[in-house]
Nanobody, 121 residues
Framework: QVQLVESGGGLVEAGGSLRLSCAAS????????MGWFRQAPGKQRELVASINSSGRPNYADSVKGRFTISRDNARNTVYLQMNSLEPEDTAVYYC???????????????WGQGTQVTVSS
């Protein structure tokens, strides 16, 4: 169906930056919203940022002014530039795509495998 492959996670000191990437592949017909969620230990998964096919972004209040989401529709890829990272940003980050495939007219949510982001104090 649709595979999402993330990259760019890692360990960084507080105040540093990381850039996450997520590429969708497979029988992708079209993608509406792409986004990033995160889940810290013992907490629920939460939305970090999303972006629609027209490029309109949406951010969680906790990351506004620090994170920037963007996408390349030709490459079915979404990016998350994370600046001024804080220890509270430590989590597994998951890519999400709301997409349609050539096999079905249904719109479905697809998820990546997750990438660890650790911010040391």
């Amino acid at each position: 169906q649709v595979q999402l492959v993330e990259s760019g996670g890692g360990l960084v000191e507080a105040g540093g930056s990381l850039r996450l990437s997520c590429a969708a592949s497979g029988r992708v017909f079209r993608i509406n919203i792409m986004g990033w969620f995160r889940q810290a230990p013992g907490k629920q998964r939460e939305l970090v940022a999303s972006i629609n096919s027209s490029g309109r972004p949406n951010y969680a209040d906790s990351v506004k002014g620090r994170f920037t989401i963007s996408r390349d529709n030709a490459r079915n890829t979404v990016y998350l530039q994370m600046n001024s990272l804080e220890p509270e940003d430590t989590a597994v980050y998951y890519c999400n795509a709301f997409a349609q495939t050539y096999s079905s007219s249904n719109w479905e949510d697809y998820w990546g495998q997750g990438t660890q982001v650790t911010v040391s104090s």
